[in-house]
């Protein structure tokens, strides 16, 4: 009988070389499959596992570029992975207690701080596309959209990695106020101090402020704290939100810059998804480099909005001169932006696997 099965299986290697996976009439080469464990591999084992993780990311990249046309969110969603972002220590070193770009935005104790006032409406977008990709994770779907909304705004390509491990739940959010030596911020800085005279950190120094979050706490230099500044290019802040400014909702609160008839795209289309609010660049919703070149337009027109965390950009001698070469050069500021904004999306993160994806 075994003789009679070795020849019927060299006669269908003979007939179709692909049917089993070693030739006819020889035996198993060493580390070669038999025949079973070659159409398991082939056909049952493929199968099983479903798309791979690269295709479902781009799944979800397709559906992003949609939303984002069709709503003009590019703003929210980058607010929203930034405050994901934001609670980010690093003083401290376990995850996910060091907080970051892991997704725990999403619940309730980090989504009802202050600072993120508005910002389920953005995660109320998301949670379409993640329920028609549960393998990708919170982490890296809110990171990825705020990256596209960037790239679709007209800013700058971002080198993302993915395979973010995500918060698993409310157990795993920060608290309102800082971890490591500051009074509060425990999340990014505020636009301005409060009615003391200082900001949440305990400094009144605004640029000390940007130095003591973006810094001391999260690790940026002040290189990196003036390209990251500059995304102020596009979004606008709300008297419902902030507080910050007294633009408010709808075209009656709006300034003349933020009313639903404003061109703001980069591509001269109308819309401009809810109208209303104070933003920094009349084009707001162009990604471009009118925040370092156009400033002192902002400071004196009062339908713009320019904070002490703007102003000491440009005034600051540790801030300035940055400030200066991306006016001057908008690829310089693409380039440096492009890198600051990777590294803000990938603060506290644990990737599965070790290596991250790329697409």
């Known amino acids: 009988m075994p003789c009679l099965v070795h020849m019927y299986d060299c006669l269908r290697a003979w007939c179709n070389p692909s049917s089993i996976a070693y030739g006819p009439c020889r035996g198993r080469r060493h580390g070669e499959l038999d025949v079973h464990e070659y159409y398991f591999d082939l056909f049952l084992d493929k199968s099983k596992s479903g798309p791979s993780p690269q295709n479902e990311l781009k799944a979800c990249e397709i559906e992003l570029r949609e939303l984002i046309n069709r709503l003009n969110c590019n ?23 060091c907080g970051g770009a892991n997704g725990a935005i999403r ?16 995660h109320k977008y998301l949670k ?10 919170w982490a890296d779907l809110i990171q990825m959209a705020s990256a596209l909304a960037v790239e679709c705004a007209g800013g700058p390509k971002i080198p993302m990695k993915y395979g973010r491990v995500s918060a698993s739940g409310p157990e795993d ?17 505020d636009p301005k101090p409060g009615s003391d005279g200082s900001f949440p950190c305990g400094t009144s120094d605004p640029a000390q402020h940007l130095r003591n979050v973006f810094g001391k706490k999260m690790g ?11 995304a102020h290019t596009i979004g606008r802040v709300f008297k419902e939100r902030s507080g910050t400014c007294p633009f408010g909702y709808s075209d009656a609160a709006a300034s003349k810059y933020t009313k639903s008839t404003c061109i703001a795209r980069k591509d ?25 070149t156009k400033y002192q337009e902002a400071m004196k027109d009062s339908d713009l909005v ?13 801030f300035f001169p940055t400030f200066n070469k991306y006016a001057a050069d ?29 697409l």
Request: aromatic share 12%.
């Open 268 to 292: 001269g289309a109308p819309g401009v998804g809810m109208a209303g609010g104070g933003a920094w660049t009349k084009n707001w919703l162009t990604f471009d480099n009118s925040y370092y």
């Open 220 to 230: 940026f230099n002040d290189q990196e704290i003036v390209a990251l500044s500059g």
């Open 107 to 122: 619940f309730d104790p980090e989504m009802n701080m202050g600072a993120n006032a508005g910002l389920s409406k953005a």
């Open 306 to 318: 320019w904070f002490p965390t703007d102003e000491c950009l440009h005034t600051d001698p540790g």
């Open 173 to 189: 959010c920060v608290a309102p106020t800082s971890r490591e030596g500051f009074a509060g911020n425990a999340g990014l800085p």
């Open 75 to 97: 703003p929210i969603l980058v607010r929203l992975a930034w405050h994901d972002s934001g609670t980010y220590d690093q003083r401290i070193k376990d995850f996910p207690a």
């Open 330 to 358: 908008q690829n310089a500021f693409f380039a440096g932006y492009a890198q600051a904004h990777k590294k803000l999306s990938e603060l506290g993160c644990k990737f599965d696997p070790p290596e991250g994806i790329t």
């Open 128 to 137: 379409e596309i993640q329920d028609k990709h549960p393998s990708v994770s």
